[in-house]
């Protein structure tokens, strides 16, 4: 019930493509969903996150959108491009909780010029 | 503004040995976490501190500990290493246990023999 599922395991997009990384949870206490994108040999980096009050939130080309019913959100990148290969973790927290991440097991996106 | 810095960078040990890492958080965040992430995964949730107490734990044995000073720096403690033990140990940190917002630093890569 604690597990965040994430796919796919890795992503190829040609550069001006959308990048599209999904993402399912079980545990309906879950009530803030954030992105991190992380570097080789660097610690994760916030990208965007919601909460289940709203079905979308946008910042820049990096979209969530999230369906509550389903126990679904996704990240969508707009424009890919090569400096956005990285690797991409969603997580999920219980609100007043949200220091302890649960995260998924991540997704390799590799932007091709 | 320095970030969540880490130290070591790098450390190799062999089992049943001990170690601690270090992590000093983000100018004016008061609450430390701490996470391990295996090789081709998502960071698990060891423990937080904040006010100088363990405020909560992952599903990590007794085996870990760790300790947080007045200066709002952590340390993280291992004891008796195991082969599993080898992972990436990332710091994160934040204004407050509830704040949403972690900035992680770049971990230290424990290596056990």
């Known amino acids: 019930q604690q597990q965040v599922k994430q796919s796919p395991q890795s992503l190829i997009v040609q550069k001006g493509g959308i990048s599209i990384i999904n993402c399912a949870y079980e545990?309906?206490?879950?009530?803030?969903f954030p992105w991190y994108q992380q570097f080789p040999g660097k610690g994760p980096a916030l990208l965007i996150a919601?909460?289940?009050?709203?079905s979308e939130k946008k910042e820049g080309r990096f979209t969530i959108s999230f369906n509550k019913s389903a126990k679904q959100f996704s990240l969508h990148i707009m424009d890919s491009q090569p400096g956005d290969s990285a690797t991409y973790f969603c997580a999920a927290s219980i609100r007043y909780n949200t220091d302890k991440l649960i995260f998924g097991t991540g997704t390799r996106l590799q932007v091709f010029p | 503004d320095a970030g969540v810095t880490q130290s070591p960078t790098h450390l190799i040990k062999t089992r049943g040995q001990q170690v601690t890492l270090r992590c000093s958080p983000k100018s004016g965040h008061d609450t430390v976490s701490w996470y391990q992430q295996a090789l081709g995964q998502g960071p698990q949730f060891i423990f937080q501190y904040y006010e100088e107490e363990e405020r909560q734990r992952g599903n990590f044995p007794d085996r870990f500990s760790g300790h947080q000073f007045p200066n709002y720096s952590s340390e993280l403690n291992v004891n008796a290493l195991l082969l599993g033990d080898s992972a990436l140990y990332l710091c994160?940190?934040?204004?407050?246990?509830?704040?949403?917002?972690?900035?992680f630093g770049p971990g230290t890569r424990l290596t056990v023999l």
């Open positions: 994160a940190s934040s204004l407050e246990p509830t704040s949403g917002k972690q900035f």
């Open positions: 545990n309906t206490a879950f009530d803030y």
């Open positions: 919601i909460r289940p009050d709203v």
